[in-house]
């Protein structure tokens, strides 16, 4: 039997070995053997290392082979999206001639939306629009439940199993209570603990839980720290190969980036802990200080990426993001090549994972965002009725379009953009502290079609603290500003559900009219399909409403009143609920609720397709979101996608 000096000095010895940074590979085992194998507990101890090493490479083939299933199903989506597009587009136009139902739904809407003193003008067959509401008892937007039909079962479809899975992972719960947590939806949430499972399982897997082999499990959890690295920065990138293979783009990733960033940190802290534990344990006794093992050059660098790590995380939530945007954008650069340069040094074993992540994160940043995707025009400034919001305003060159070259190389502005993407916009006019900053917003604009010389394009920027803030105050004194714009960026998603429905309802939350509007003007436009012939309501193959809710009446200020009365000339219904300042807010559910069913209950549109997206404040998006999930229960083929940035 082995005697517990020898162990704990043949423990020793392999520690200060390995504080030197050298290599762990095969030749311990051969070394160990040479010696007759002092004792089966340091023998334990090298082979759990070294199946540590193999067993960690396995991860990279795992993340393959889940990227491989979700591209097949990308894929296959599309090819089904274009299928129903086509047979959507070779289908007669829908008819927009109300029946009783959807009468008796639009008078209800227009007692509670619209008075009989309306002084705006703008009120049409096909919308309501804003104005001063009477308060009925009953109604859906005077902040009652009461649904604005009777409720009944569809006779559309029959209840199945699939249906009601469908709907609760669709739901999105409450905030978590006391610290206002918001949940993402429940589909989410599975993906997301799928994913940490994952994590743990190689956490742990194979991995003894003693005293004597603490040395394994720190090891283990930091070879799991830098194979997560490259994942870590390519679900950050804003330009990589992700979204081409599976349809996702960095906002849908943004999730997945920061529980990974969570579990990298938290996979730090116990590689430090392990290690100091060991430290305690193994060479404390035998008068190896404390200072002199933190001052060893691999653990001083070691803690130096932890802390860097750590400060990351911390300045990265969104309590701190929320108060000090600008503060974390310059942290969140500067820490993450702090840290990767000091987890290269710390250990040469890194250095593949850490050269990987340093790549993915030099070409996103220099090569795309600040060559091949940014763009510098000259933009107008007007500040809108409320005083709080400027709309920025530029005339865009437009460039001949090369689908390959734009997927490969990146494309700027000057080839155009789509519905729902969005621009991150630096102005360096307003102080030097701007010039390195750069603020995501929606293009508020309608997408340019193919031919187009030159595009109009539109921000719709709130003031709020700091760069929002000191822009609109640089406006109320400057009529035009030189900017740089780096984009466009953003997923096609909520524009493909769209456009393979057959009734769309937009639902869109005081700045969030910004992914509203370019929406339904691509669902209306016959170019957002075919050609650049726009359509007027005998050519739209959907039935369409737009709900817009607004804080204060002056923020209808914000688009000009002709671009809705091009989308009521399309046939798109058009709903401006009263301002939730003097009126509270709008049950927008009991409105889906009702024009959802008064369409989707015909005998002929039964069992059509109906898609909903929403962009609003979190407590809106998850209403709606639920709503949805409520219909699609009850028997409706219903979808919803929500438009919003993770920050």
Same mark, same amino acid.
Request: net charge positive; glycine share 8%; charged share 20%.
């Given at each position: 039997?082995?005697?517990?000096?020898?162990?704990?000095?043949?423990?020793?010895?392999?520690?200060?070995?390995?504080?030197?940074?050298?290599?762990?590979?095969?030749?311990?085992?051969?070394?160990?053997?040479?010696?007759?194998?002092?004792?089966?507990?340091?023998?334990?101890?090298?082979?759990?290392?070294?199946?540590?090493?193999?067993?960690?490479?396995?991860?990279?083939?795992?993340?393959?082979?889940?990227?491989?299933?979700?591209?097949?199903?990308?894929?296959?989506?599309?090819?089904?999206?274009?299928?129903?597009?086509?047979?959507?587009?070779?289908?007669?136009?829908?008819?927009?001639?109300?029946?009783?139902?959807?009468?008796?739904?639009?008078?209800?809407?227009?007692?509670?939306?619209?008075?009989?003193?309306?002084?705006?003008?703008?009120?049409?067959?096909?919308?309501?629009?804003?104005?001063?509401?009477?308060?009925?008892?009953?109604?859906?937007?005077?902040?009652?439940?009461?649904?604005?039909?009777?409720?009944?079962?569809?006779?559309?479809?029959?209840?199945?199993?699939?249906?009601?899975?469908?709907?609760?992972?669709?739901?999105?719960?409450?905030?978590?209570?006391?610290?206002?947590?918001?949940?993402?939806?429940?589909?989410?949430?599975?993906?997301?603990?799928?994913?940490?499972?994952?994590?743990?399982?190689?956490?742990?897997?194979?991995?003894? %839980?003693?005293?004597?082999? =603490?040395?394994? !499990?720190?090891? @283990?959890?930091?070879? #799991? $720290?830098?194979?997560?690295?490259? *994942? /870590?920065?390519?679900?950050?990138?804003?330009?990589?190969?992700?979204?081409?293979?599976?349809?996702?783009?960095?906002?849908?990733?943004?999730?997945?980036?920061?529980?990974?960033?969570?579990?990298?940190?938290?996979?730090?802290?116990?590689?430090?802990?392990?290690?100091?534990?060991?430290?305690?344990?193994?060479?404390?006794?035998?008068?190896?200080?404390?200072?002199?093992?933190?001052?060893?050059?691999?653990?001083?660098?070691?803690?130096?990426?932890?802390?860097?790590?750590?400060? %990351?995380?911390?300045?990265? =939530?969104?309590? !701190?993001?929320? @108060?000090?945007?600008? #503060? $974390?954008?310059?942290?969140?650069? *500067? /820490?993450?090549?702090?840290?990767?340069?000091?987890?290269?040094?710390?250990?040469?074993?890194?250095?593949?994972?850490?050269?990987?992540?340093?790549?993915?994160?030099?070409?996103?940043?220099?090569?795309?965002?600040?060559?091949?995707?940014?763009?510098?025009?000259?933009?107008?400034?007007?500040?809108?009725?409320?005083?709080?919001?400027?709309?920025?305003?530029?005339?865009?060159?437009?460039?001949?379009?090369?689908?390959?070259?734009?997927?490969?190389?990146?494309?700027?502005?000057?080839?155009?953009?789509?519905?729902?993407?969005?621009?991150?916009?630096?102005?360096?006019? #307003?102080?030097?502290?701007?010039?390195?900053?750069?603020?995501?917003?929606?293009?508020?604009?309608?997408?340019?079609?193919?031919?187009?010389?030159?595009?109009?394009?539109?921000?719709?920027?709130?003031?709020?603290?700091?760069?929002?803030?000191?822009?609109?105050?640089?406006?109320?004194?400057?009529?035009?500003?030189?900017?740089?714009?780096?984009?466009?960026?953003?997923?096609?998603?909520?524009?493909?559900?769209?456009?393979?429905?057959?009734?769309?309802?937009?639902?869109?939350?005081?700045?969030?009219?910004?992914?509203?509007?370019?929406?339904?003007?691509?669902?209306?436009?016959?170019?957002?399909?075919?050609?650049?012939?726009?359509?007027?309501?005998?050519?739209?193959?959907?039935?369409?409403?737009?709900?817009?809710?607004?804080?204060?009446?002056?923020?209808?200020?914000?688009?000009?009143?002709?671009?809705?009365?091009?989308?009521?000339?399309?046939?798109?219904?058009?709903?401006?609920?009263?301002?939730?300042?003097?009126?509270?807010?709008?049950?927008?559910?009991?409105?889906?609720?009702?024009?959802?069913?008064?369409?989707?209950?015909?005998?002929?549109?039964?069992?059509?397709?109906?898609?909903?997206?929403?962009?609003?404040?979190?407590?809106?998006?998850?209403?709606?979101?639920?709503?949805?999930?409520?219909?699609?229960?009850?028997?409706?083929?219903?979808?919803?996608?929500?438009?919003?940035?993770?920050?």
């Amino acid at each position: 039997m082995d005697r517990p000096d020898d162990w704990s000095n043949g423990l020793q010895e392999l520690l200060a070995w390995s504080l030197t940074s050298t290599a762990l590979d095969g030749q311990i085992s051969t070394q160990e053997e040479g010696k007759g194998s002092r004792n089966s507990g340091l023998r334990h101890i090298i082979e759990g290392i070294l199946f540590s090493r193999t067993f960690i490479l396995s991860y990279q083939l795992v993340l393959l082979v889940l990227l491989a299933i979700f591209t097949v199903r990308h894929w296959t989506k599309r090819l089904q999206y274009r299928r129903r597009r086509r047979r959507l587009w070779s289908a007669p136009p829908a008819i927009h001639a109300s029946t009783p139902a959807q009468e008796q739904a639009k008078k209800d809407r227009d007692g509670v939306c619209q008075s009989d003193d309306d002084e705006s003008g703008l009120s049409s067959s096909s919308s309501t629009i804003l104005g001063t509401p009477p308060s009925p008892k009953g109604s859906v937007l005077d902040g009652e439940r009461t649904p604005l039909l009777p409720s009944r079962e569809p006779v559309s479809t029959q209840w199945r199993l699939k249906n009601k899975i469908g709907a609760f992972l669709m739901s999105q719960p409450r905030p978590i209570p006391l610290i206002d947590k918001t949940l993402p939806s429940n589909r989410a949430t599975l993906a997301v603990l799928a994913f940490l499972g994952l994590q743990v399982f190689y956490t742990f897997y194979r991995v003894p %839980l003693s005293i004597q082999t =603490l040395f394994v !499990f720190a090891d @283990r959890t930091s070879l #799991l $720290f830098v194979a997560n690295l490259p *994942l /870590l920065y390519l679900f950050a990138a804003k330009n990589q190969p992700i979204k081409l293979l599976t349809g996702y783009s960095y906002e849908s990733l943004n999730i997945i980036h920061r529980r990974l960033g969570e579990v990298m940190c938290l996979l730090a802290l116990l590689h430090s802990a392990g290690m100091v534990g060991v430290w305690y344990t193994i060479l404390r006794p035998t008068g190896f200080t404390l200072a002199r093992f933190l001052l060893s050059k691999i653990i001083l660098l070691g803690l130096g990426a932890f802390v860097a790590y750590e400060l %990351l995380y911390f300045t990265s =939530l969104g309590s !701190f993001r929320q @108060r000090f945007y600008e #503060l $974390f954008l310059v942290l969140h650069v *500067l /820490l993450q090549v702090m840290a990767l340069v000091l987890v290269w040094f710390h250990h040469h074993n890194s250095r593949p994972y850490v050269g990987v992540a340093l790549a993915i994160f030099l070409i996103d940043r220099l090569v795309y965002r600040m060559i091949l995707k940014s763009q510098a025009y000259r933009a107008s400034l007007d500040v809108t009725e409320d005083g709080g919001t400027v709309v920025l305003r530029s005339e865009i060159p437009l460039a001949q379009k090369h689908r390959f070259v734009s997927y490969i190389a990146g494309a700027g502005l000057d080839k155009g953009w789509k519905a729902t993407e969005h621009v991150f916009l630096t102005v360096p006019a #307003l102080s030097r502290r701007h010039i390195i900053q750069a603020h995501p917003f929606t293009i508020a604009s309608r997408a340019p079609h193919d031919g187009d010389g030159d595009a109009g394009f539109k921000l719709i920027i709130r003031a709020q603290d700091g760069f929002s803030g000191d822009l609109v105050r640089y406006a109320r004194s400057h009529s035009s500003v030189k900017t740089r714009m780096d984009g466009p960026y953003g997923s096609q998603t909520a524009l493909q559900l769209l456009q393979q429905c057959n009734l769309n309802v937009v639902v869109a939350g005081g700045s969030g009219i910004a992914v509203a509007l370019p929406l339904m003007w691509s669902l209306c436009e016959r170019g957002s399909v075919s050609d650049s012939e726009p359509c007027d309501k005998t050519k739209l193959r959907s039935k369409a409403m737009l709900i817009w809710v607004i804080r204060h009446e002056n923020h209808a200020s914000w688009l000009d009143q002709a671009d809705l009365q091009t989308l009521q000339d399309a046939g798109i219904e058009v709903v401006i609920p009263p301002p939730t300042s003097s009126h509270g807010h709008p049950d927008v559910p009991d409105v889906i609720i009702a024009w959802v069913s008064a369409n989707d209950m015909l005998p002929s549109t039964r069992g059509l397709r109906t898609g909903v997206v929403c962009s609003g404040p979190d407590g809106m998006n998850r209403d709606v979101r639920n709503t949805c999930a409520s219909l699609l229960a009850r028997g409706h083929d219903i979808n919803v996608e929500v438009e919003t940035f993770g920050w």
